[in-house]
């Protein structure tokens, strides 16, 4: 377990720093080779994100999500797009994201090790705020088995229709993680300076 920031190497990036975005009907799949990117698709700070009948990460291959929301996103809204799993997880939430909603979306691809689809309120190596205001919305895999939501630290977290099995006991191991990491990380910290 690293305690120091490490920088993910993205295949698109959108940190729109207030500015809106808006993708619509686009493919956005990692190229090859896919073992190179960590993140088909991040969100960084980003602002009033919509996208749109989106492909993302269909095609899988590459070493962790298909969507990583992160650093204070917020007001993005997804809806009708297909996005498939990485290495880790085909959805990640965290790092104080906030009114996120992902409506009408399907799941695609392989779990990762950790058998969890969307996860939310990970550990941020770039803040402890709490991730809030979710929302999943009709979100189904395309196999038809049950959408796995792990939650960590986030509050308000509304599933509202689909498939979807919250891991409960993944859920309360993952509130342990990152409580501990983040005090583990603070005496790292205080330690090197």
């Known amino acids: 377990m690293s305690l120091l920031k490490q920088t993910d190497k993205n295949y698109h990036s959108i940190a729109s720093n207030g500015a809106p ?6 493919k956005i799949e990692t ?28 095609e899988g291959g590459n070493q962790e999500d298909g969507l990583d929301i992160s650093r204070f996103t917020r007001g993005c809204y997804f809806t009708a797009s297909t996005i498939g ?26 779990r990762g090790w950790e058998g969890v689809d969307i996860d939310i309120g990970n550990f941020s190596d770039f803040n402890y705020a ?23 630290h986030a509050t308000d977290v509304d599933i ?14 993952l509130k342990a993680y990152v409580w501990s990491k983040f005090h583990l990380q603070r005496i790292f910290n205080k330690k090197r300076k």
């Open 31 to 58: 190229t090859k080779p896919k073992a190179q990117w960590d993140d088909c698709l991040k969100l960084s700070n980003a602002h009033g994100v919509t996208v749109i009948g989106c492909e993302i990460n269909t």
């Open 130 to 152: 709490n991730t809030h205001s979710i929302t999943l919305e009709n979100v189904i895999r395309r196999d038809l088995r049950p959408v796995t939501v792990r939650i960590g």
């Open 21 to 26: 975005v808006h993708l619509e009907f686009q």
């Open 85 to 110: 799993s990485g290495g880790k997880y085909a959805i990640t939430i965290k790092g104080g994201s906030y009114n996120i909603t992902i409506s009408d979306c399907i799941i695609t691809g392989d």
């Open 160 to 173: 509202i229709g689909g498939n979807v099995k919250v891991l409960v006991v993944q859920s309360l191991l």
